[in-house]
């Protein structure tokens, strides 16, 4: 009998290997910190930069015996983990920061509250807006506002024991904890030590003398957590000085502020010159340890993501101590000395320093950048985003276009978040107007609905996917449907959460864990509020144009339901259904008339001009083997041929 | 910041070209041999189509932050001819190494006629003009012959380990991908790596 090799697993984010190295994104370093501390539930909704969080405990969920979800939205999420921690157990939710928004309701509850097993928020900030609507700080709402204990991890190995840490801070004061990351924390990879797994087992109970009331005496216990959880601040390994005794600047950070100054210094060498306060724990300020680091009377530069949220406070704390003859200048945001708009990065920090040590920096070889700024400006085009090459949305949009010129109306969509609004960049078509929030779309088109007694005349297609349907969409529809207001909701039904990497929702087999789920169907359940429901394939071209422009011409809420798997999914999981060539004898170039119909109008990127031959291409790198563009050539010239 | 303190690599392309998966490999490849890595990158909605850019930052001393400061590329390993030039224009220098693919993606305002796509032989005149040494290959048309377009970053990086540029060898990506990948898949990316390498040889 052959000799049974024994599998030897390679070390994970999960693995039970205390002192191991890994390579990790912050967001997996965050999870990872969360399964150290024993976590048993974790609840969120996707939204970029924070998907990896529940992704990554998602995948070790049922090694370690928790219980993960992609709840319904994120106010849903963060009850579903307060449910655990009121039972007792170690709860996790994640979101992005406009997924605070919508948990906000309950959130700024839950600081009354207080928590049994440890209960700990990760929000995702997105300085720069690189995939989100705004570049809220939200600081604001968890520190200020609600008074919930934050901290602000600066690399991913502080991320994951930040996470660890802050379960037992939660339980020590009886609160919940916040973390807050930002977009080049959560997407930032570094190397990570791996420490003890907690072996933590608790039985689930709750505990029926609960009460969140009376509200005053709430209020009291929440100001005296945040005094005990300052005092804790105050002696924090989160928090250090680094620098010269004698300093002529002390620079204030957090989070990224810290990585950027270090780099900052090193490319100055003004290490020897100027101290480093680097804060990991930023509500409620440490404010002792901050005063017993400024050393030398030294001028404070405040470095931090989005608004001067650090600069205001320590000003505050300042001015409660001034001595009567004696300020301490504080620079930052407020005093125009930090980029007050957009994400931090060392070449801001760099100037900031400069600006006030009064020294020179140059970067490189002056000639040299000139020349490399000059032909970066004259040899690139922008790459606005687009939709990818066998998109569903190109053919569910091209279909909805069609069908408004064909009514003539002006009308037009109110979009959504998610990959559908590339429709209103350079690759789409612009027939989506407005984009506010998750089902912000919908919302507006059942109000433009009820405005025909002013006069109003105009098509309103609401457009939302399916994950944004169940997240936001259904009060709007429901709000449609009951006050008759003349919309058509359009779903982009592409069976997952596709912008931030094809998770879950309600609609979908399987949930989170990979178990079997109960699928909500989206006609059924549409139809049950009494509305005319279409369902189209967007490939099926003249079937989804025929059937939208019927629907959008009669009264009242009506609902469109576009189905079709995401094109990266598709890819993934089917590859190409066709090879797609144009027939270089069937293609006439500028002759036809069509005026680079395919290329200028439908501008799919698998399609190109090629400006030898004068005439259309695809692009075999590129295509994805859709086969809709066949539809669009008036010569008949794109072929396509069924891969078996 | 010197090169022996810390070696900052760029890897560029366009959305969708495995941009991302590139720069994990390579972090994951050095952090095996005991180097600290740093990457700093975007994902998300600047990925459809749009540019996109990762920072790999590698040093035997410590840990760098995500972000490589203006003018510090060491390296840039780029999927995209024409992002070469944009990448230049914010992080090269006269000494900075080049490994570029030259198979341009077009970007959708080219694909409409609006603007064309630069020359591609002004392009690399540039890139050659610009770098201290310079590695050009048609890695999607490799990746093409070997029937997918998903192995041009392991093209790619077969290619950044020829150039020696960094201290990074086959057979140190060899481990990695049988780490990664199991059988077939694995000898696929071997040989794709393999590919990369010859590619640059002349």
Redesign the interface.
Known sequence: MAQVKEKTR?VDIASNAPGE???ALGNEAIARGCMEAGVKVAAAYPG??SSEILQTLSKAAKELGMYTQWSTNEIVAIEVATAASMAGLRAVTAMKAQGLNVALDFFLHLNLLGTRGGLVGVVCDDPQG??SVNEQDSRWLIGRMADFPLLEPS?A?EAKDMAKWAFELSEEIESTVFIRSV???S?????ITLGEMNGVSRTARFDRSFSPNPVPQKHAELKEKQRKARAMFEASPFNWYKGPESPRLIVVCSG?GW??T???L??LGLEDSVGVIKLGTTWPLPIEFILNNIRNNAPILIIEEVDPFIEVHLKEELYNRRNDNEFQKVYGKNTGHVNEVGEL???KV?NSIVGLMGTEYR???SD??E???K???D??????????AGCPHRASLWALKHALRLDGMEGYATGDIG?YA?DRY??GWQLTRTQSCMGGGSGLASGFGKLQQFGFNQKVIANCGDSTFFHAAIPALINAVHHRADTTFLILDNSATG??GFQPHPGTLLDAMGDPAVPVDIERLCRSLGCKVEVADPFDWEDAQEKLWNLIQQDGAKVMVMRRKCALLAAREDGPEYSVWVDPDKCIGEDCGCD?YC??IF?C?G???D?GSEKAKV????CAGCGFCVNICPQGAIVREKIS | MSMEKCVNIVVCGTGGQGNVLLSRFLARAFVKKGYYATIGETFGMSQRGGAVMSHVRISREKPYGPLIPEGQGHVILSLEPMETIRVLGDYGNPSIAVISNIRPVYPVISITGEEDYPDLAEVKRVIREMSGKTWFLDATQISLEMGNTILTNMVMIGALAESKVVDLTESDLRGIIKESFSGDIAQTNISAVSRGMRAVRG
């Open positions: 390679m190295v890994l390579l970029t930069p690189w995939s690399s190995q977009t080049r924390i997407h930032g990879s570094g190397a990224t990585p950027f270090v780099d900052a090193e490319a990065d060392p070449n760099i970067s490189r070889d040299y950048n020349k490399a700024r032909y970066a400006q040899m690139t085009l922008p790459r606005p985003p687009i939709w990818c990959c590339l350079y690759g912008m931030t680079r290329t200028r501008k990127p399609l190109i001009w400006k692009d075999e790198a590129v």
